[in-house]
């Protein structure tokens, strides 16, 4: 007899948003994961047992939630988070992922890894110390990866007997350092304590005059459709699939991920960069064959003329197609720790699924995430470092800003001698 655990159906097609947390040493940030995923039943008893005792065992006055997170022993042991954590939760409304990142300076890269597919951002301020260098940098950093949804979680509230005053107070420092970025639209301020779970999942009975959502409620709830780009047809070739079987003997077909916009079969489009026509003969996915193909959808393409095209190239549609250019602007992140980039230093370039080899023309300007100055005199950048970088590329890319499309206005920057992932790019 088999014992196949049905999978709910509806638990496939739930919507999921994906969020990241960021807050500076201390702030909380293991105990909230912690206990949302315990107060939305999110965790096995014996896991809980585990924690109890080890919290005992510690001497600790409360049940430790930050052990069911912290999943490194000498982590713990230690005290720190690092690396980023990918942890998976549900509740009957919603699938999550959460990338846990540490909140150290010397942890941005960590911090961008883990932000750039999330599409929210819950950033930890403590209540007693309030918006601190570190808070910035966070919010700096998920406006830079174009995160336009941010909760600022007010955490420790028990710890200033849950002051209206005091949580008024940190809504308004942290509103006028927001209001000097672009890309966030939707920002919620919640008073929360994550050791005692008031605002979490639950509604606090401490804070009656706070009116807004808890936050798995806005977890929930929040409206992520419009963040993807719709509008700009985009489709990088993966893999070109030819069966060479006699069942499917002329079958030609192109594998990839939609990248933005909308396909249908039967729409006139462009392959880039030969730039010829032919229209969308069908759509295949895993589910048999579409309608219609949007972001983040993965499917085949097949097409009604033979053209040459191989991994690398995408399929766009004429009335707006991508920029095609061999000398960009971005912004990178620096994340080599024996390497500094180096003007004139040369890498190859991976954005989306095509590879170039590339030159650091100019570097233009480094950011002082703390403070959001422009440092422009120091042209080499070391490990975790952010600024405006110009690249000429060896074959023109097709891409477009990074505001526009965070698929194809990403790319990475490798090392041409080791091979090793040296800066994460956002084209400007």
């Given at each position: 007899?088999?014992?196949?655990?049905?999978?709910?159906?509806?638990?496939?097609?739930?919507?999921l948003?994906?969020?990241?947390?960021?807050?500076?040493?201390?702030?909380?940030?293991?105990?909230?994961?912690?206990?949302?995923?315990?107060?939305?039943?999110?965790?096995?008893?014996?896991?809980?047992e585990?924690?109890?005792?080890?919290?005992?065992?510690?001497?600790?006055?409360?049940?430790?939630?930050?052990?069911?997170?912290d999943?490194l022993?000498?982590?713990?042991?230690?005290?720190?988070t690092i690396?980023v954590?990918?942890?998976y939760?549900?509740t009957?409304k919603?699938?999550?992922?959460?990338?846990?990142?540490?909140?150290?300076?010397?942890y941005?890269?960590?911090?961008?890894?883990g932000?750039?597919?999330?599409?929210?951002?819950?950033?930890?301020?403590?209540?007693?110390?309030?918006?601190?260098?570190?808070t910035?940098?966070?919010?700096?950093?998920?406006?830079?990866?174009?995160?336009?949804?941010?909760?600022?979680?007010?955490?420790?509230?028990?710890?200033?007997?849950y002051?209206?005053?005091?949580?008024?107070?940190?809504?308004?420092?942290?509103?006028?350092?927001?209001?000097?970025?672009?890309?966030?639209?939707?920002?919620?301020?919640?008073?929360?304590?994550?050791?005692?779970?008031?605002?979490?999942?639950e509604?606090?009975?401490?804070?009656?005059?706070y009116?807004?959502p808890?936050m798995?409620y806005?977890?929930?709830?929040?409206?992520?459709?419009?963040?993807?780009n719709?509008?700009?047809?985009?489709?990088?070739v993966?893999?070109?699939?030819?069966?060479h079987?006699?069942?499917?003997?002329?079958?030609?077909?192109?594998?990839?991920?939609?990248?933005?916009?909308?396909?249908k079969?039967?729409?006139?489009?462009?392959?880039?960069?030969?730039?010829f026509?032919?229209?969308?003969?069908?759509?295949?996915?895993?589910?048999?064959?579409?309608?219609?193909?949007?972001a983040?959808?993965s499917?085949?393409m097949?097409?009604?003329?033979?053209?040459?095209?191989?991994?690398?190239?995408?399929?766009?549609?004429?009335n707006?197609?991508p920029?095609?250019?061999?000398?960009?602007?971005?912004?990178?992140c620096?994340?080599?720790e024996?390497?500094?980039?180096?003007?004139?230093?040369k890498y190859?370039?991976?954005?989306?699924t095509k590879?170039?080899?590339?030159?650091?023309?100019?570097?233009?300007?480094?950011?002082?995430?703390?403070?959001?100055?422009?440092?422009?005199?120091?042209?080499?950048?070391?490990?975790?470092?952010?600024?405006?970088?110009?690249i000429?590329?060896?074959?023109?890319?097709?891409?477009?800003s990074?505001?526009?499309?965070?698929?194809?206005?990403?790319?990475?920057?490798?090392?041409?001698?080791?091979?090793?992932?040296?800066a994460?790019?956002?084209?400007?």
């Amino acid at each position: 007899m088999s014992h196949e655990i049905p999978i709910d159906e509806g638990y496939l097609d739930m919507d999921l948003l994906r969020f990241t947390t960021a807050g500076s040493v201390d702030d909380g940030k293991s105990t909230l994961i912690g206990r949302l995923l315990y107060d939305s039943k999110n965790t096995f008893e014996d896991q809980i047992e585990a924690v109890e005792e080890t919290s005992k065992k510690r001497g600790d006055e409360n049940v430790n939630l930050a052990l069911l997170t912290d999943g490194l022993r000498a982590e713990r042991e230690q005290g720190i988070t690092i690396d980023v954590a990918y942890r998976y939760f549900a509740t009957p409304k919603r699938k999550f992922i959460i990338a846990d990142t540490p909140g150290h300076i010397q942890y941005t890269r960590n911090m961008v890894t883990g932000a750039s597919t999330a599409n929210l951002a819950i950033i930890l301020v403590d209540a007693r110390t309030g918006v601190i260098e570190q808070t910035c940098r966070h919010a700096f950093i998920a406006n830079l990866l174009r995160i336009r949804h941010v909760i600022v979680a007010v955490n420790k509230m028990d710890l200033v007997d849950y002051s209206e005053e005091r949580f008024e107070e940190i809504t308004k420092e942290f509103e006028e350092f927001a209001s000097r970025l672009d890309n966030i639209v939707d920002m919620v301020t919640i008073p929360i304590s994550a050791l005692h779970g008031d605002n979490v999942v639950e509604k606090s009975t401490n804070t009656p005059w706070y009116e807004g959502p808890t936050m798995l409620y806005h977890l929930e709830n929040v409206y992520i459709g419009s963040d993807h780009n719709h509008v700009d047809a985009r489709f990088p070739v993966q893999w070109v699939i030819r069966p060479h079987s006699d069942e499917h003997h002329d079958f030609r077909g192109y594998a990839g991920r939609v990248a933005g916009g909308v396909f249908k079969p039967g729409d006139d489009v462009v392959v880039q960069p030969s730039g010829f026509t032919t229209k969308i003969k069908a759509i295949e996915s895993l589910e048999g064959p579409q309608e219609q193909a949007f972001a983040p959808l993965s499917c085949t393409m097949t097409l009604e003329d033979e053209i040459d095209i191989s991994r690398g190239d995408m399929i766009v549609k004429a009335n707006n197609p991508p920029k095609k250019e061999q000398v960009i602007e971005a912004m990178i992140c620096w994340f080599s720790e024996d390497k500094q980039l180096q003007p004139r230093g040369k890498y190859y370039l991976r954005h989306t699924t095509k590879e170039v080899k590339a030159i650091v023309q100019e570097v233009k300007y480094k950011v002082n995430i703390n403070t959001l100055h422009k440092v422009e005199d120091d042209t080499t950048f070391g490990l975790n470092e952010i600024g405006r970088v110009s690249i000429r590329c060896s074959a023109p890319l097709l891409f477009d800003s990074y505001r526009r499309n965070r698929q194809t206005g990403s790319f990475v920057l490798i090392d041409s001698q080791t091979n090793e992932t040296v800066a994460a790019g956002m084209i400007v």
